[in-house]
């Protein structure tokens, strides 16, 4: 997201939902730090969500700069959509960690396949979740799902949050996913009126119907 006024009232709608519906709420909202988005955040909103944690994402981005956007967003969580290595996310957390910035890491994978979930194989104990997100033609926002029963086959021990194309009549669909690693699910382009710029009353509806 990057509209203040839209920031606002979905951070307002899981302050509400938290206490009706905890712990099914609205936890994370994300800002996009790549520039190849069209979602992309090029200037600090005038309001940032104070209910919700605060999620930057980031495609193969310098470390220093990863640091200097966190400190300025005061993110939460950093989350890693392009090939990023495990030496990389070390030297990530280490950079973090000498400043006694505690931050949270997703690292998401793209799924085609049950074979993909072979590559989160590197990174089990380095980051605390991972995002599995359909392959498409972008690294994210494509609005397309994958097989959703290969998650079976997914045997790691990180939790993960399911992304890739949920819409608005997924949700008899998630409430039948059991998976005991399965804690969130990422919800984007198909809950927006433009590119950025989510439907407050679309996900209200969907979050009653969860």
């Known amino acids: 997201m990057r509209e203040a ?11 509400e939902f938290s206490i009706i519906h905890s712990p099914l709420s609205i936890n994370l909202i994300g800002f996009i730090f790549w520039s190849g988005s069209k979602r992309y955040v090029s200037q600090l909103p005038s309001y940032l969500p104070t209910h919700c944690k605060r999620v930057g994402v980031f495609v193969d981005e310098d470390i220093e700069q990863v640091k200097r956007i966190a400190a300025n967003y005061q993110l939460d969580y950093i989350q890693l959509h392009g090939k990023e290595s495990p030496a990389y996310i070390n030297q990530l957390k280490k950079t973090f960690s000498i400043v006694h910035y505690p931050l949270s890491i997703i690292k998401a ?30 690294v994210g926002g494509n609005g397309e799902q994958f097989d959703w029963n290969i998650l079976d086959s997914y045997d790691g021990d990180t939790p993960f949050l399911l992304s890739g194309g ?5 949700a008899p669909r998630i409430k039948e996913i059991k998976h005991p690693k399965c804690i969130g ?26």
């Open 166 to 170: 949920i819409g608005p009549d997924d």
């Open 185 to 210: 699910i990422d919800l984007n382009s198909r809950f927006e009126v433009t590119p950025g710029v989510k439907d407050i009353s679309k996900l209200k509806t969907f979050i009653q119907a969860l």
């Open 109 to 138: 994978f793209n799924i085609a396949d049950p074979t993909d979930f072979e590559q989160t194989k590197a990174y089990e104990g380095i980051v605390d979740l991972f995002l599995f997100d359909t392959k498409g033609k972008s």
């Open 5 to 15: 006024d839209n920031i606002r009232a979905l951070d307002e709608l899981a302050e």
